[in-house]
């Protein structure tokens, strides 16, 4: 799907929608906390609710206009809970709801479809979706936003007068010859001059695929998972530490030539198996330009160690053996801060779950 660059103009609007939100209570998505947050670190989370709005309506036939959640509530029906995402559309300048409030709280209209919207950064490699969030359709956004931006609006960089910060000449009363202390001239003080930043639609899940290629993590649980962001996630050694569990009968692998699934839970090795019980590895995707064999050999929480035939891509990190040396690979474990259930996915298998994009839009198209 395509990206698209945000504005000035976005960014004037999603400011004016934040400061709406942080000056009239619209607290309903923030913990007890944010009341006594700045603007400035409250803004962020409604930025990224104007981001759905913004891509989903690039998406969407010209007809057709989207009612998102922007309503501010008070206290009585906040604790209630909360609409769903998409509370209705306009189309041909009808409105058709998706959703309607009343004393109870928010009710579905019935035959309609119900939305889950989460926005994500592209850094972020796990999607998280909480078990009550599970709707018809969830909607995955990811966003990019350039830091250098703020400081654009903020003050005029070329005209400010920088040297005002410039304590170069004090350098060598307070420093014993240490080298800790960058010399003024060597910082950056010119931001770049690209956009505010990005937002894309990644992908469109229905309920029905979440529950199939997502894993459902129960209260305290978190998930462990391969991530590119770890060092030395792969890595060769010359011999495996001796409190891995050694498998007796070593697993082996045939990886097809494309992009696959690899996940560990469901391979047919009963030590494998009887290890990671009560753990929980997210399946990651492995990209081969010809067929692999991958032996695994030794494992623990933490690590798996394995031979490669072959050349393979994992983690972003391409690899090519003959088995004649063993690799171990380090998963890092995703911490959860939710105490209720939710649903997680590592993102690199996003791409190998079918879109449920089309089916979306013919959906509103037919309403």
């Known amino acids: 799907m395509r990206k698209i660059t945000l504005s000035d103009n976005d960014f ?56 998102s959640d922007f309503f501010i ?5 906040a604790s209630m809970g909360i609409a769903p995402d998409i509370i209705g559309i306009k189309k041909d300048n009808k409105l058709v709801k998706f959703a309607s409030l009343d004393s109870s709280g928010w009710k579905s209209e019935s035959g309609m479809p119900q939305v889950e919207i989460k926005s994500f950064k592209s850094s972020n490699e796990i999607w998280t979706l ?30 400010f007068d920088w040297s005002i910060y410039n304590l170069d000449i004090f350098i060598d009363e307070f420093e014993n010859n240490t080298n ?37 993590m129960g209260s305290k649980q978190s998930p462990w998972y391969l991530s590119e962001n770890l060092e030395d996630v792969l890595t060769t050694v010359d011999k495996i530490h001796h409190s891995a569990k050694k498998l007796s009968n070593p697993a082996v692998i045939e990886i097809i030539k494309g992009k696959t699934f690899f996940d560990v839970h469901e391979l047919n090795n009963m030590e494998i198996n009887e290890f990671y019980k009560d753990d929980i590895r997210l399946p990651t995707s492995i990209i081969c330009s010809e067929s692999v064999t991958i032996t695994i050999l030794a494992i623990t929480k933490s690590t798996t160690y394995l031979k490669i035939d072959g ?13 004649s040396q063993t690799w171990k690979l380090k998963y890092k474990k995703f911490d959860r801060s939710s105490t209720g259930s939710e649903y997680c996915l590592h993102k690199s298998v996003s791409s190998l779950i079918p879109d449920s994009e089309n089916e979306f839009i013919n959906k509103l198209i037919e309403i």
């Open 311 to 323: 050349k393979l891509e994992i983690s972003n990190i391409l690899i090519e053996d003959n088995n």
């Open 180 to 216: 800790f202390i960058k010399k003024f001239d060597t910082l950056k003080k010119t931001p770049s001059s690209e956009p505010w930043g990005t937002v894309e639609i990644e992908k469109i899940l229905s309920r029905s695929d979440v529950t199939k290629y997502f894993r459902l």
């Open 73 to 77: 509530y008070g206290s009585q029906v």
């Open 130 to 159: 909480g078990d009550t969030q599970l709707l018809d359709y969830f909607i995955a956004i990811t966003y990019e936003v350039n830091q250098d931006y703020y400081l654009r609006q903020l003050i005029d960089h070329i005209k």
């Open 12 to 67: 004037q609007n999603a400011t004016a929608f934040a400061y709406l939100m942080y000056k009239n209570g619209g607290l309903l998505y923030q913990s007890q906390t944010s009341r006594e947050d700045s603007f400035l670190g409250y803004a962020n989370r409604w930025f990224s609710k104007y981001f759905e709005k913004v891509v989903l309506e690039e998406y969407l036939p010209d007809n057709i206009e989207l009612i």
